[in-house]
T-cell receptor, first 110, second 110 residues
């Protein structure tokens, strides 16, 4: 069983607010990822990190930013939330090939 | 650009039946292929991972095959149970990232 956590699980927030989605893993994995998933659609990679102080943008353009100051922690920040940011955000980590996913954060921006 | 397609998008079968889910990908230059399960509103759980040099992997009632040259994979579920109801996603790994299909939403009717 993978130990990867995301908070909050659900968030409803007004337009223009700054939000941070938290992701933590206790497995010591170097690689971590953020995906965005709309209902019934495929996952799109928005950010990834191969280790501390390493962050890269994924395939899907995103207005969010990430940081990797500690191995176990990979938060995602939206400086000014908009309704178009409404989606599910999934965090994952991996040591080799298998990715382990957190439960996700369902974000609604009104 | 790698594209992953899953057919059918949704499938409903009676309990006890054997079934096959399909996944196809456009670029055969992959490192591995992974099948995931996603329950509503939750993250992804890895089911099976097939390396590019392998033809199949088995775990319990699940069997996944890979034909890299034709760009296809199948997930076979034997003796289906209501607890198997979920969305099943396949993902192929290229040089750095996983590319996901949209998933097959499976319903097993008691």
């Amino acid at each position: 069983e993978a130990d990867i956590y995301q908070t909050p699980r659900y968030l409803v927030i007004g337009t223009g607010k700054k939000i941070t989605l938290e992701c933590s893993q206790t497995m010591g994995h170097d690689k971590m990822y953020w995906y965005q998933q709309d209902p019934g659609m495929e996952l799109h990679l928005i950010h990834y990190s191969y280790g501390v102080n390493s962050t890269e943008k994924g395939d899907l353009s995103s207005e969010s930013t990430v940081s990797r100051i500690r191995t176990e922690h990979f938060p995602l920040t939206l400086e000014s939330a908009r309704p178009s940011h409404t989606s599910q955000y999934l965090c994952a980590s991996s040591l080799a090939y298998t990715q382990y996913f957190g439960p996700g954060t369902r974000l609604t921006v009104l | 650009k790698q594209e992953v397609t899953q057919i059918p998008a949704a499938l409903s079968v009676p309990e006890g039946e054997n079934l096959v889910l399909n996944c196809s990908f456009t670029d055969s230059a992959i490192y591995n292929l992974q099948w995931f399960r996603q329950d509503p509103g939750k993250g992804l759980t890895s089911l099976l991972l097939i390396q590019s040099s392998q033809r199949e992997q088995t775990s319990g009632r699940l069997n996944a095959s890979l034909d890299k040259s034709s760009g296809r994979s199948t997930l076979y579920i034997a003796a289906s149970q209501p607890g198997d109801s979920a969305t099943y996603l396949c993902a192929v790994r290229g040089a750095q990232k996983l590319v996901f299909g949209q998933g097959t939403r499976l319903t097993i009717n008691p």
